[in-house]
T-cell receptor, first 112, second 111 residues
Framework: DGGITQSPKYLFRKEGQNVTLSCEQN?????MYWYRQDPGQGLRLIYY???????QKGDIAEGYSVSREKKESFPLTVTSAQKNPTAFYLC???????????FGPGTRLTVL | EDQVTQSPEALRLQEGESSSLNCSYT??????LFWYRQDPGKGPEFLFT???AGEEKEKERLKATLTKKESFLHITAPKPEDSATYLC????????????FGTGTKLQVIP
């Protein structure tokens, strides 16, 4: 089955720790995205990548970092510099030449 | 700045009671408008993409329509399994084709 996987589903972090969220896709999509979802707000773009070894900041990139070493993988690191990291994180991908983004199941991060 | 406003925030329907969800948008050149369904604790599931005013798309009990300023998601004879949050998003033309999401309409269908 083709799709997007995110792991872990739930993640708990102590303040001051960095954590990395995994996103893998086997759809052969070129573009990948990370969004953050908070109650009462629309999805907000953190980072996106349109091709391997290239990525761009979205609207709320401060306190986050990414890498894109393989087409299939786009991990997101939430650093200790992110002041309010508790949220639901969504990864998405899109095929070049098409417009629709497809989403993974999400990771809920809670900072204790 | 691109904006998407969805109304109502929440909607409660009896099973079989048809209704519509609204998505009003302002965007600097519309490339596409998307509808997604999101169940609690899960990622959004793609429903429709609309590109031009007058376009309509249907899937089971759902029909999406588009005008120059808004989109409607019509739900005909809903069932309890249609309960979910429905998200609307617009994609701007040009640049990296940014997608702006609304905050969603939470639909509850009561048996």
């Amino acid at each position: 089955d083709g799709g997007i996987t995110q792991s872990p589903k739930y993640l708990f972090r102590k303040e001051g720790q960095n954590v990395t969220l995994s996103c893998e896709q086997n759809l052969n999509h070129d573009a990948m995205y990370w969004y953050r979802q908070d109650p009462g707000q629309g999805l907000r773009l953190i980072y996106y990548s349109q091709i391997v070894n290239d990525f761009q900041k979205g609207d709320i990139a401060e306190g986050y970092s990414v890498s894109r070493e393989k087409k299939e993988s786009f991990p997101l690191t939430v650093t200790s510099a992110q002041k309010n990291p508790t949220a639901f994180y969504l990864c998405a991908s899109r095929q070049t030449g098409e417009d629709t983004q497809y989403f993974g199941p999400g990771t809920r991060l809670t900072v204790l | 700045e691109d904006q998407v406003t969805q109304s109502p925030e929440a909607l409660r329907l009896q099973e079989g009671e048809s209704s519509s969800l609204n998505c009003s948008y302002t965007v600097s050149g519309l490339r596409g408008l998307f509808w997604y369904r999101q169940d609690p604790g899960k990622g959004p599931e793609f429903l429709f993409t609309l590109y031009s005013a007058g376009e309509e798309k249907e899937k089971e009990r759902l029909k999406a329509t588009l005008t120059k300023k808004e989109s409607f998601l019509h739900i005909t004879a809903p069932k309890p399994e249609d309960s979910a949050t429905y998200l609307c998003a617009v994609q701007a033309s040009g640049g990296y084709q940014k997608v702006t999401f609304g905050t969603g309409t939470k639909l509850q269908v009561i048996p």
